[in-house]
């Protein structure tokens, strides 16, 4: 069991940059596939961002939404079991509440939301024009 906590949102600028932090307790993060998703009124929930720092790679595996690749970067802290997403160039169509997500029966990281059992409970970020 996961307990997932976002923090970081707030107003910001476009072309602005902003940090979003999720902070894990209950479970190790370490071998467990994270992610950042984001959902505006009246759509589905889209994933932007993953990441997976187990398995036997040494390295781990990023995946990033088509919007969000170049601009977007998610990391890690396996010390301070949390998780990461750092936004620059932001545009205003990346205004949207801003979930984590963890399921540490998947394998491999994953930007499908049924993926996920646990989540956040959201952190806004709405950029301005």
């Known amino acids: 069991l996961v307990q997932l906590m976002e923090s970081g949102g707030g107003s910001v600028q476009a072309g602005g940059s902003l940090r979003l932090s999720c902070a894990a307790s209950?479970?190790?993060?370490?071998?467990?596939?994270m992610a950042w998703f984001r959902q505006v009124p009246g759509k589905r929930r889209e994933g932007v961002a993953t990441?997976?720092?187990?398995?036997?790679?040494?390295?781990?595996?990023?995946k990033y939404a088509d919007s969000v690749q170049g601009r977007f970067i998610i990391s890690q802290d396996n010390v301070k079991n949390t998780v990461y997403l750092q936004m620059n160039s932001l545009k205003p169509e990346d205004t949207a509440m801003y979930y984590c997500?963890?399921?540490?029966?998947?394998?491999?990281?994953?930007?499908?939301?049924?993926?996920?059992?646990?989540w956040g409970q959201g952190t806004q970020v709405p950029v301005s024009s």
């Open positions: 990441i997976y720092t187990g398995g036997f790679s040494p390295r781990s595996s990023r």
């Open positions: 997500a963890a399921d540490e029966l998947l394998e491999e990281g994953s930007l499908i939301e049924g993926d996920f059992g646990y």
């Open positions: 209950g479970n190790s993060i370490s071998n467990i596939p």
